[in-house]
């Protein structure tokens, strides 16, 4: 793969205007046409993913807390994401992950799906472009049979919306194992994994080779990186979270298993550089080297994460110091709310609950129960 330079970007996109529309390209444009006509998107609420029954599928949150189906899968989601500009939403496979669903998160209803490139699968995130044009997500090359332990190598691949989300453009992702990606500022942040924990590759395994690449969201080209000290080369740098003003967070998990107390939220300079957050030992070790999703309220002034193995949600100032958690048992979804210091965070449990940071203590506002099994992740609809 090569890095493709800005006119060679733009100018795959502009080829794929002339694509021959196939149905699923046809069923997209019907759907946005309709943009005008009917509410941008959720009036309040969130999408998220879920199991229910035995079958899994996209849900939509609203502000009573209350979900209600969007579209079903028979595979199951992991990062999802609404576009920009218009009712579209995607559903991306977990990894390894093989399918990705399009939807209509107003009217609800499948719109269509695509899959990842020749040779390669889903790393289970994808984002839309701020014009929502282009849909990005990241991929993994299947690692060759063999000796060599490792995810693969990993490729962000860029899609036109409007050609039925075929690829328009690709460049290696500087790492094995990419796992999330955001725009954030003028960089577009890539999280590099490495090897996976609790996976086959992560057996016997104590470094994960995890990195955090910058790229010019334009030509792909990359602009920074940051890697972690050599004592915490057992960390997976997984998921992302931004604050509109070019403040980025990264979560990691933990390769090992051994007790120490290693941090696993980190602040991304402009650079790449990686700066640990802060919290007692005794927090560390409660989140069980397994951070399943991370948010930034509206406000920018907190950072929040979910554990479903700690069974928890922790917050952190935007500084990195540590202010308290609050209990939820199997709970990873999480996302931000119109009010500042207030998060959302769901479980798969079916419980929703909204996370209250006033006067330097973390709290419950309000909670409901009785949904489907939420999993991984959600966003503001």
Same mark, same amino acid.
């Given at each position: 793969m090569v890095v493709l330079s800005r006119r060679a970007l733009i100018g795959a996109s502009a080829a794929a205007l002339f694509l021959p529309r196939s149905a699923?390209?046809?069923?997209?444009?019907e759907v946005n046409n309709q943009i005008h006509a009917r509410s941008h998107a959720l009036e309040g609420g969130w999408l998220t993913t879920a199991g229910e029954g035995e079958g899994f599928g996209a849900f939509a949150v609203a502000d009573g807390l209350d979900a209600a189906a969007k579209a079903p899968s028979a595979a199951r989601l992991h990062g999802i994401e609404g576009s920009p500009t218009g009712p579209l939403a995607v559903a991306v496979g977990r990894r390894p992950g093989h399918v990705a669903l399009v939807f209509d998160r107003v009217k609800?209803?499948?719109?269509g799906t695509f899959t990842p490139g020749a040779g390669r699968v889903f790393a289970g995130h994808g984002r839309f472009s701020p014009e929502g044009d282009i849909f990005l997500t990241t991929e993994?090359?299947?690692?060759?049979?063999?000796?060599?332990?490792?995810?693969?190598r990993g490729i962000v691949a860029a899609r036109r919306v409007d050609g039925g989300f075929e690829i328009v453009a690709e460049w290696p992702s500087a790492g094995d194992g990419p796992h999330d990606l955001m725009r954030s500022g003028a960089s577009l942040v890539v999280a590099n994994g490495g090897i996976e924990p609790n996976t086959p590759e992560a057996r016997d395994a104590e470094v994960t080779g995890s990195s955090i690449a910058l790229f010019d969201p334009a030509s792909g080209a990359q602009k920074g990186e940051g890697v972690l000290s050599g004592d915490l080369g057992s960390l997976s740098l997984r998921h992302l979270a931004r604050d509109g003003q070019?403040?980025?967070?990264?979560?990691?998990?933990?390769?090992?298993?051994?007790?120490?107390?290693?941090?696993?939220?980190?602040? !991304?300079?402009? #650079? %790449? @550089?990686l700066s640990p957050f802060e919290a007692p030992d005794e927090e560390w070790r409660a989140l069980r080297g397994y951070i399943g999703s991370v948010? !930034?309220?509206? #406000? %920018? @002034?907190?950072?929040?994460?979910?554990?479903?193995?700690?069974?928890r949600v922790a917050v952190w100032t935007r500084a990195g110091r540590y202010v308290g958690a609050i209990p939820l048992n199997d709970g990873c979804g999480l996302a931000s709310t119109p009010e500042p210091g207030r998060f959302i965070a769901t479980s798969g449990y079916g419980e929703v609950i909204v996370v209250a940071v006033e006067e330097g203590r973390v709290g419950v506002a309000a909670r409901h129960t009785g949904g489907p099994r939420f999993d991984n992740h959600m966003v503001e609809g």
């Open positions: 699923f390209a046809q069923g997209l444009a609800g209803g499948q719109v993994i090359e299947r690692a060759p049979d063999g000796p060599v332990r490792g995810m693969g070019g403040f980025t967070v990264v979560a990691a998990q933990d390769l090992l298993k051994d007790g120490v107390a290693r941090p696993l939220m980190f602040g !991304i300079a402009a #650079s %790449g @550089a948010a !930034i309220d509206r #406000s %920018g @002034a907190y950072v929040a994460c979910a554990t479903p193995r700690g069974n």
